[in-house]
């Protein structure tokens, strides 16, 4: 089997794409894989370090300000709508791929759309509750749209062929135990946060965290795991002005970064974090409770959608950036963790949300989709 993949802009479109190729070649190791990304994304550094054979298109997305840059940009980008379907139809014609599969991004509407075009067939999987442009636009002529959660379906194509396969998940994330892991992490049986903004980090919960940190070090309350991201190395200094010795606390463990996350978000008995579709997908196969806050500085506010996936089955509470300061977050961890029947209701539902064979449905699909174009 020949297996096109095209998917990028940011971790939580390339992770899947990366996650369905290893799966397939698991399971079909002469399976050949092509991975086509953006020229300049991090696809282009993180495809090669998978060892994945990886084509670059140049593409952009439009900018939706009003301004002359704005204009100038999106000019800009009308010519590389046409160089890039002219570069993905050389790529495919090359490749001669059996199926082709966009996991969104602006770089996957050239390759599938022209596959599309081509006669070859293709499939899209949407990793958030409320789809992206470029996958919203393909699905209409896409032989399967594969969906993270039903959610998704009101907001694509309803003539659309759907199948619920949830997002892949790490195999780690599903058997990483609670007890195992704190023993690991040499902590005790008081309540564990898990909190983090991303790995580059976000100023406004770095911020709130700290002071929910500063709170609880005044009695060492809750063990604390908290991750300040590349642009939040400014966090220990504040804390330090807050008045906590971490040096004082063994209870706190900061850090730049979770290299490590499975097993912390096992020790966890509550996740404060954002609202991405990958890191949900975690905390469902985990069957944690969390608190979600999420980005607004995303597109088509994907992630209040996915957080309230959550909420509106009761499995996680939502804390809106705009609302979100050190007293408002220090008042919803009490609420949630003063509570251990609730907490224990949140943990439930977000595991009876978990898809734990996602990587097979969607195998499962494109055998499919294979049969039915060769028959």
């Known amino acids: 089997m020949k297996l ?3 998917g990028g802009g940011t971790a939580g479109h390339i992770n899947p794409a990366l996650a369905i190729a290893g799966y397939v070649c698991q399971r079909e190791p002469a399976t050949q894989i092509l991975y ?14 998978a060892g994945y054979d990886f084509e670059k298109i140049e593409i952009s997305g439009f900018q939706r300000k009003l301004s002359f840059e704005s204009l100038k940009k999106n ?10 379907s002219r570069e993905a139809k050389k790529i495919i014609s090359r490749f001669q791929p059996d199926l082709c599969i966009g996991t969104g991004g602006y770089v996957s509407g050239p390759v599938i759309r022209q596959a599309q075009k081509m006669g070859i067939p293709t499939l899209i999987h949407e990793q958030n509750a409320f789809p992206g442009v470029t996958n919203k636009m393909l699905s209409k002529h896409a032989d399967r749209v594969m969906l993270a959660i039903e959610d998704a379906k009101r907001h694509m194509d309803p003539n659309a062929s759907f199948t619920v396969t949830g997002n892949p998940v790490r195999g780690q994330i599903v058997t990483s135990q609670k007890q195992a892991s704190r023993d690991y992490l040499r902590l005790d049986n008081r309540p564990v946060i898990l909190s983090f903004g991303g790995s580059l980090g976000a100023r406004k919960i770095n911020e709130a965290a700290a002071d929910l940190i500063a709170w609880s070090s005044r009695d060492d309350r809750f063990q604390h795991i908290h991750a300040y ?141 294979l049969k039915k174009n060769q028959s």
């Open 36 to 49: 086509v990304g953006a020229k300049g994304g991090m696809e282009e550094r993180l495809v090669p370090q």
């Open 229 to 369: 991201g590349q642009y939040g190395k400014w966090f220990p200094e504040l804390l330090e002005k807050k008045g906590v010795d971490l040096k004082a606390h063994k209870n706190l463990d900061i850090r730049e970064y979770i290299n490590n996350m499975p097993v912390c978000m096992a020790a966890a008995d509550l996740v404060i974090c954002r609202a991405g579709a990958i890191t949900l997908t975690e905390i469902q196969a985990q069957g944690k409770a969390s608190l979600l806050i999420p980005s607004p500085n995303v597109a088509e506010n994907h992630q209040y959608h996915n957080a309230m996936a959550l909420v509106s089955r009761n499995a996680a509470e939502i804390l809106e950036e705009k609302d979100l300061t050190g007293d408002s977050l220090i008042a919803m961890v009490k609420k949630m963790i003063s509570d251990p029947i609730k907490l224990k209701e949140y943990q439930d539902n977000a595991r009876a949300m978990a898809i734990l064979d996602s990587s097979e449905r969607i195998y499962q699909v494109i055998k499919e989709v």
């Open 4 to 6: 096109l993949l095209a």
């Open 75 to 84: 000019v800009h980008t009308v010519k590389l709508v046409f160089s890039s």
